[in-house]
């Protein structure tokens, strides 16, 4: 949900239950920054894991995030989803901590849950293949190999996938997140599923067409 034009902070609010909470602890409220912390933690965790390859920097970076949710309260104006600022918080802190590192992190898909798409997140990039004992060696195959298809995408094709995938989030609410232009996103993404596919093929089979390949010289400036 991106802000329509003109809408104010009470339209929004009445559309997303977290902006009335982040209204609340802009008032100084202790418990509603508590309800977000609890709502959001393990999900913030989870996707700075697979950002950041590391789950004890994870930890660190999402309690960063909270700590500067808490100290910008007082100016905190909502122009979108809590989710979407949330994120791009987040996102912002991850790609610092993998830039100061200067080398390439892993990205371990762990199993706990992360997002709406519930637990296990690496499966549901696959079909269900059932739950029989042949079935859960196979699917723990299907996620190590995920685990490292994710890892050779390059530095924001993996976050696209990560927020779009686990996250559940449109092109529009990823290009916010991201600062790019839904096209760009949407670029991001087409690349992304067409390496995964590269590196997955004769394991999985993907939900839906892989999308063409488009010249997009502007997409490629803003990435």
């Known amino acids: 949900m991106i802000a329509g034009t003109g809408e104010t902070s009470s339209q929004l609010a009445l559309r997303d239950p977290d902006i009335r909470l982040m209204l609340q602890v802009r008032d100084d409220s202790p418990q509603a920054f508590e309800q977000l912390v609890e709502r959001y ?33 007082k100016k905190y104006r909502p122009r979108s989803k809590f989710s979407t600022w949330l994120f791009t918080i987040a996102n912002n802190l991850a790609l610092n901590a993998i830039r100061t590192r200067q080398r390439k992190p892993a990205v371990p898909l ?67 997140v991201m600062n790019l232009t839904t096209k760009a996103v949407k670029s991001l993404l087409s690349r992304a599923r067409v390496n995964l596919r590269a590196a997955l093929r004769g394991y999985i089979h993907m939900e839906g067409p892989i999308p063409p390949m488009e010249s997009e010289p502007d997409a490629e400036e803003d990435l």
């Open 41 to 73: 933690q393990q999900r913030l965790v989870a996707v700075m894991n697979h950002l950041v390859g590391n789950a004890e920097e994870a930890e660190d970076l999402a309690q960063e995030v909270f700590l500067r949710v808490y100290r910008s309260r």
């Open 110 to 176: 762990n199993t706990r849950d992360s997002g709406p798409l519930g637990a296990r997140p690496a499966e549901q990039l696959v079909h269900d293949p059932g739950t029989g004992p042949m079935q859960r060696v196979q699917k723990d195959e299907l996620a190590e190999r995920i685990r490292a298809a994710l890892n050779d995408l390059n530095e924001r094709q993996r976050v696209a996938v990560v927020l779009n995938k686990f996250e559940d989030m449109g092109y529009a609410e990823i290009a916010e």
